[in-house]
């Protein structure tokens, strides 16, 4: 009896330690990614120009207000902000180089998502996220956004952030008029997954005329437009007989993609008909279109809308 008791207590504190090490290790590993993470900034912030205050220009200190607001209304202060500093101003073509490394490096964390369809929304480091040929795309595809888009002059705010109790910072590049990048503000959208329609009818002499519109909008964190896909499809008739069919569609998206086709199936007759293909999405997916199957795909991660269908409408 005292054998067995001695393999049980033996056993349990062999399983002790394992868990213990395990604990330390998942520790450790947490604190050598945020050590990288901040020696990334710092070494940022060797080649920047030393702010002489930290208050933010009006629009961004506006545009900041109100993605606090809108993150604790839509994700219950599971992500918010809980500070901000600036950190200077890009003032050399080195700094620039660096801040665009700084952003596209694995290390940096990153948010996609739709924050008003919270199961959508996703936030860690880049090599968390991604792997493979995914992280080599995204860090492309976000290393050409930075170039694109930081530039002299620029200046720099290190947010720091909390996700569900774990500690994150982000650079934010922003000027005057407002924020210019931001891999977490800039990842995440605000948009209805359903979508918005209208729909009217109109005369004109004896041909009466009927439209249907439906179109998704993508916001920014603070609430302004960011992108905007949809169609609309109109049809002529008199009394049950519809004579012709028209569609037209549209699409655009601030820094990410947009795509969008539409074509008539039934011009005439009973009712009209089209095809539409829409999509939309941040910068670390993509959109391809395909004449084949006339429809829109998304692929990669990041914050996206996609809508493939047919619409009839009726006299």
Known sequence: MK?????ALKALLVLSALIMNSCQDDTTDSVKENSIETQLIENLKKELTTPTSQELPQAVQNQLNLSKANLSNYLNDELKITEVEVLGK?????????????VSNEESTLAFGNIKDKKTV???????????NALATTKKNISEIAVKEIQLEDNLLKITWVNKGQKFTSLCFYRNSGIVWDNVLSGLIMMDPKGKTE??????????????KQW??????????????GYQITIYYSGSTVSNTDVSDWGHMSLGS???ESKITKETGSYGQCRYALGLCT???????SYSSFSVSFSGLGSNIVSNGYKSLYP
């Open 258 to 260: 947009a795509r969008s």
């Open 122 to 132: 996703v936030i860690g480091k880049m090599k968390k996220i991604y792997s493979g």
């Open 283 to 289: 910068p670390t997916g993509s959109l391809s279109f």
């Open 90 to 102: 890009l003032s050399t073509n080195k700094g620039i180089i660096t801040a665009q490394n700084v």
């Open 199 to 212: 729909s009217s009818n109109e005369q004109q002499s004896k041909i009466l005329s009927k439209w249907y």
């Open 3 to 7: 054998t067995k008791f001695a393999n």
């Open 216 to 229: 998704w909008t993508a916001s920014w964190l603070w609430g302004s437009d960011r992108g905007e896909i």
